[in-house]
Structure formats: C-alpha cells, structure tokens
C-alpha cells in the first residue's frame, strides 16, 4: 500500500490548491470588471452559493470527516475496501438526485431561505433563474468528492488537488468568451458551472481507475456499513459546513443593503486564498493519515503528523492574517479595482478584508483540530461545537447591523470560528498526549507568531509615506507585487533568525513534492 508522506502531501495539494485560487481570483477579477457590485453580481453570488453550500455537506463535509476515515482502515486492515467505495458511491448518487430535484422545484423557497432581502425587486427572479442553472453541479461535485476521497486515502492527491481548477478555467474562458462574442457574460458564466462540474468528475473518474479503484453506477443498498456511514456523516456534514452556514446568515443579514452580499462575497474569496492552500491541504493530507496510524497503533507517529501539521499552518498562515489587516485597501484595489468594480466598491469590500483577516487562523486552525475527532469516527462532538458556533453568528449577524450595518456579518464570522476552535482545543484535550502538540511545536509557534508581528508591523509602516503609488493605476500593480517581496523577505528573514523555521526544510519538502 502506498504511504502518505505528509509535507510532501501538504504541497502537493498546496500547490494545486494555490493554482485554482490564483486562477478562481482571475474569475472574480472578471467577475467585477464585467458585472460588478450590483443587482446581477448579488443575484449570481446567492444561486452560486447553493450548490457550494450543500457541497459542504454531500461533498466534502460527509465524505472527508465520515468516507475517508472508514474507507482508510478498510485498506490498512485489507478488508473490501473497494467494495465499500461502491456502496457510498450508490448511496451518494442516489441521495444527491434527488436532492437536485427537489430543489428545481422548491427554488423559490430556498433563495427567499438564503436572501430574503432579494424578495420584491429585481435580484430574486434572478437568482431563481440562476439556481436553476447552477445547481445541478452539486452531483458532479459530490460524486468527485468521493472519488477525491478514495485518491486521497491511498496517498494519490494530485488529481484530486488538481479538479477545482477545472471549474475556474471553464468559467475564465466563458466570461472572455461572452465578452470578446457580444453576449451577456453572465449566461455564459452560469451556464458553463455543470459543465465544468462533469469535467471535474471525469478527471478524477480517471484517476480512481488508474489507482485500481472501479466503481460504477448501481442501486443504493442500506447495508450496515452504510447505516454506519450516514451515522456519522450526518452531524459530520453540519460541523464541516459550519463556515458555509456562517456564510449563508451573513448573505442573508447583508441581503437588505445593496451591493453589501457582492463586498462580502469578493471579501471573502480574498482570504479563501491562504485558507485553500493552507487549511485545506492540511484537512485533506491529515485526515487519512492520522486514521491509518490510530488504526495501526502509532500513536507516537499520530502526534507527530498532529503536530507538524498545525505548525505548517502556521507557519504559512498568520503572516496571511496579517497582511490582509496591515494592508487590506492596496490588495483589493490591485486586484478587483477596474470596470464596473469602484473604488467605493474597493473601500467597502477592504473593511470586510481586514476583519476575516483577524478570523483567519481560527478557520485554519478548525482544519487542523477537526481530523482528530474524524479519525476516530466522533462526528459528534464537531456537531455540538458547530451549533454553538453557529447560534453566536447568528446572533450577533443580526444584532449587529442596526448598529453596523452591512459589516455585521463579518464581524459575526469571526467571531465564531475563534469560538469553534476552543470548543475543539478544549475536547482534544481528553484524547490524551496523541491530540497535545509537541516540544518542537510550542517552542516555534511563539517565533512564527512574532516574525508575522514583525511583518504585519513594517508592511504597514511601509504602506503610509508610499501609499499614494496606489492611486496611480501604472503603478499600482508593481506596489502591490513591491509589497509582498518586501513582506516575503522580512518574515522568512526574520522567521528564519530567530528559529521560527528553517529554510532548508522547505527545500526538501518541494523535492519530495
């Protein structure tokens, strides 16, 4: 069997993840220039979340916290691993489908749900017309995900890492597409999203084959070890979706202020980018490993990828954190400022920036406390975690906005994640020594934090004498790429000084890569 080689696993789904984040900001990039903040840009956010919300749930929340844990040990243990993989594979199928149609026909209700502040003008209609559209790619992408899960569960990340920059690809191309053809963009857009969604399934299809693993469509079976799996994928979805409900709540508190659910929506796809290659690298590498070294007994060998997992994430992560609150108007003015996309667009979307940019390592660091519990099959206590967290978003989402406004539900969503990951630093505790971070871990956790301090601080003394470079549009873009070479230097400079980290490890993590 294939070993897992964790860094080497850590970037190689990094570095796909990097790829479809850099290629999903040129999506949003187009997605501004050619639409904009707006009536239309709302309506396609609130449809396109749809699907991406019960992804969180069919996909990779019941699949990665349930299927790979119980598909993992099935394959160390030699029993019918495949066999297994095939029932799921029924079993999704057919729970999927039906789920896609029930919402083509309830789709009224479930953006009324999600955006009510659409109801009695124009963006509702249109975001019905574009669910319709949309939401079909929840099967492609809950059947991939499956198949993602099997790839990862024997060591092969590469093409699961690699399908989500299909999506962005398609959807790049059709926008230009539109554009350079005299059409509306936004068919082209909306229209291209299940398309790419059978791209995506068919690559990792392939990929599965190529591993040994044949599946094909049948009949779903309710078998004990499916009345197992959808035991715990059941509050496994909820507590994996936590950071979508959070999301949706916010959509739907931003709803009544035009214009506020497309700030948000570009916000939030900038902190996605350290959160994707970072966060999720690291749940989808650990959580098939740490499964298969409990099932084998080496608890020594557990810590060990606990603990280099949540320093890798930090490592990479708060320097994130703090460039996105030392210097959050520079970053979306280069990269949204043009077109339809105003510098009052820029003004408000850079506020919501820096306040995700404070609730970043909570959302990175839920990927890493998360695999401990799924490992062990408990998707409970993630689910009492996520309800809590999810009343207190909630709560202040709408207690906040008479108050704040628009802003509201981002400073909800941050707030939350801090509260979900010390409800689950404080039950890993009773795990034991396996679920503690080790000598090495604490003693680099206070440099890595100190070194991102270090940057934070001088990317923002930096910023204030040179900060008139940003409203000159020649310039902008060599400021913003000066900024981070400098931010870049600075931090490993220093990080590497005071032992945060040493360079050399990188070095042999990307040659093992």
Not at 197 to 226: D, K, N, T, Y
Not at 382 to 407: C, D, E, K, Q, T
Request: aromatic share 12%.
């Amino acid at each position: 069997m294939k070993p897992i080689r964790l860094m080497a696993g850590f970037f190689t789904v990094g570095f796909w993840t990097l790829a479809s984040r850099i290629l999903g900001f040129a999506r949003e990039i187009l997605l501004a220039a050619y639409i904009g903040p707006g009536p239309v840009m709302d309506a396609f956010v609130a449809a396109f979340r749809l699907p991406n919300l019960f992804r969180r749930f069919f996909a990779e929340g019941a699949f990665n916290a349930a299927f790979v844990p119980m598909f993992s040990k099935r394959l160390e243990g030699g029993e019918d691993a495949e066999g297994f993989a095939q029932q799921a594979f029924n079993l999704l199928g057919a729970a999927v489908l039906t789920l896609v149609a029930l919402a083509m026909i309830f789709m009224p209700a479930l953006i009324w749900a999600t955006a009510s502040g659409f109801v009695g003008d124009e963006r509702f209609d249109l975001a019905v017309g574009y669910g319709k559209i949309a939401f079909p790619y929840i099967l492609f992408m809950s059947l991939a995900a499956l198949f993602s899960g099997v790839l990862n569960a024997t060591g092969r990340f590469a093409a699961a890492a690699a399908a989500p920059v299909l999506l962005n690809v398609f959807a790049c191309a059709a926008m230009l597409a539109g554009s350079a053809l005299g059409g509306e963009v936004i068919d082209w857009l909306i229209w291209v999203i299940p398309v790419a969604g059978v791209a995506q399934l068919a690559l990792v299809w392939v990929a599965a084959e190529r591993a040994g693993i044949r599946l094909r469509p049948g009949l779903p079976r309710l078998s004990p070890a499916m009345r197992r799996l959808v035991r715990v994928a059941f509050p496994a979805a909820l507590a994996m979706g936590v950071t979508q409900i959070n999301l949706v709540v916010g959509q739907l508190v931003a709803s009544r202020t035009e214009s506020a659910v497309s700030w948000l929506f570009t916000a939030d796809r900038l902190y996605q980018l350290p959160l994707g290659v970072v966060g999720i690298a690291v749940g989808i590498v650990l959580l098939p490993d740490l499964s298969r070294r409990l099932r084998a007994g080496d608890d020594t060998g557990a810590r060990e990828a606990y603990s280099r997992a949540g320093e890798f994430s930090l490592i990479l992560t708060l320097p994130s954190a703090m460039a996105l609150m030392a210097i959050p108007l520079p970053l979306v003015a280069v990269l949204f400022q043009r077109g339809a996309f105003t510098p009052e667009d820029s003004a408000a979307t850079a506020i919501a920036v820096a306040i995700y940019g404070l609730g970043l390592p909570a959302f990175m660091l839920q990927k890493v406390f998360q695999p401990l519990f799924f490992a062990r099959e408990d998707t409970k206590s993630p689910f009492r975690y996520a309800v809590v967290a999810m009343v207190i978003n909630a709560v202040l989402a709408f207690a906040l906005y008479p108050l704040l406004g628009w802003i509201a539900p981002a400073i909800a969503t941050t707030v939350a994640g801090w509260t979900m990951v010390a409800q689950l630093a404080l039950g890993a505790r009773r795990m034991g020594e396996v679920a503690r971070f080790d000598t090495r871990f604490h003693g680099r956790a206070w440099r890595i934090l100190m070194a991102s301090l270090i940057m934070g601080a001088a990317l923002y003394a930096v910023l204030i004498p040179l900060g008139w470079v940003f409203d000159l549009p020649s310039w902008r873009y060599l400021g913003l790429l000066a900024l981070i070479l400098f931010a870049a230097v600075v931090y490993f400079g220093v990080g590497h000084l005071i032992g945060a980290f040493r360079l050399s490890e990188f070095r042999r993590a990307l040659r093992r890569s």
